[in-house]
T-cell receptor, first 118, second 112 residues
Framework: AQTVTQSQPEMSVQEAETVTLSCTYD???????LFWYKQPPSRQMILVIR??????QNATENRFSVNFQKAAKSFSLKISDSQLGDTAMYFC???????????????FGTGTRLQVTL | KAGVTQTPRYLIKTRGQQVTLSCSPI?????VSWYQQTPGQGLQFLFE???????NKGNFPGRFSGRQFSNSRSEMNVSTLELGDSALYLC???????????FGPGTRLTVL
């Protein structure tokens, strides 16, 4: 079974600064997907970024980027120029590739609560 | 495009009752997954439906069931409610089974 570990329960960053959220995972699969989701206090889960394991290039979405280290099974999220609206719970998630027959099931970490302050 | 919608947003039930939650996916999305979110257990996968068939099931008792209709809308049902079923139930849709999932706002179920 896959496991996802987020070792930072809470983090704080000042507005305009950069913060990195950590995520490690355990799997024996070679093909899979990794995601970061944010869940603001409003509770709506929002997709932040997606990474396919077969791609060596790290995914980037505006101020959000990842550092994907496949051998180390590490998938960290970097938020640049932090904004107050980035305050949320951030979840790292793993999904097997469809070829293994169990795609579509997301396995989530326990989350990191990020507070952006003035 | 409208996002994933879930109804109702809030529900209060008593032990032993049953409840049905509804999810309408993003137009054109064919896969619908359900998750339970609680402070103690975090986010846990319940089941996934694609083309009206359950494709994946999480480790939940048989009291939890679901279905998907031909228009991809999905419902989940919980029978004989227990206090521990109090949770936020999230529905997510994706274009196909291996695409990123987009979540609805959730249904907050409270069991008294």
């Amino acid at each position: 079974a896959q496991t996802v570990t987020q070792s930072q329960p809470e983090m704080s960053v000042q507005e305009a600064e950069t913060v990195t959220l950590s995520c490690t995972y355990d799997t024996s699969e070679n093909n899979y997907y990794l995601f970061w989701y944010k869940q603001p206090p409003s509770r709506q889960m929002i997709l932040v970024i997606r990474q396919e394991a077969y791609k060596q290039q790290n995914a980037t979405e505006n101020r959000f980027s990842v550092n994907f280290q496949k051998a180390a099974k590490s998938f960290s999220l970097k938020i640049s120029d932090s904004q107050l609206g980035d305050t949320a719970m951030y979840f790292c998630a793993f999904m097997k590739h469809l070829q293994t027959g169990t795609a579509s099931k997301l396995t989530f970490g326990t989350g990191t609560r990020l507070q952006v302050t003035l | 495009k409208a996002g994933v919608t879930q109804t109702p947003r809030y529900l209060i039930k008593t032990r032993g009752q049953q409840v049905t939650l509804s999810c309408s996916p993003i137009s054109g999305h064919r896969s619908v997954s359900w998750y339970q979110q609680t402070p103690g257990q975090g986010l846990q996968f319940l089941f996934e439906y694609f083309s009206e068939t359950q494709r994946n099931k999480g480790n939940f008792p048989g009291r939890f069931s679901g279905r998907q209709f031909s228009n991809s809308r999905s419902e989940m049902n919980v029978s004989t409610l227990e206090l521990g079923d109090s949770a936020l139930y999230l529905c997510a849709s994706s274009l196909y089974r291996y695409n990123e999932q987009f979540f609805g706002p959730g249904t907050r179920l409270t069991v008294l």
